[in-house]
């Protein structure tokens, strides 16, 4: 692996693990109240286009990282979409 693509998996890997505390948070509380499904949303779609980009260049840390990430954030979303309802 040279350092370009090191550079990035590793940027990716912290972007993609930026998420799984507030998961865990939301997990536990089940509260959603403070949390914008806006912003999960437009940032689920922008990992999206990422992963298709990734695609595009055969850039392979852009598409493991990103599509990790977009299965946590789906999880994000999930939790959100399901707690509001609980209200």
Do not use: H, R
């Not at 493991?64 to 399901?82: A, G, K, Q």
Request: glycine share 4%; hydrophobic share 55%; proline share 2%.
């Amino acid at each position: 692996m040279n350092l370009i693509n090191f550079v990035g998996l590793l940027a990716g890997i912290c972007v993609t693990l930026s998420v799984i505390p507030q998961i865990l948070k939301v997990w536990k509380t089940k509260k959603v109240k403070e949390i914008s499904l806006l912003t999960f949303s437009v940032l689920t779609f922008g990992i999206a286009a990422w992963i298709f980009y990734g695609f595009l260049k055969n850039d392979i840390p852009i598409i493991i990282t990103n599509s990790i990430s977009l299965f946590l954030n789906l999880i994000m979303v999930y939790f959100i979409i399901y707690y509001e309802k609980e209200k």
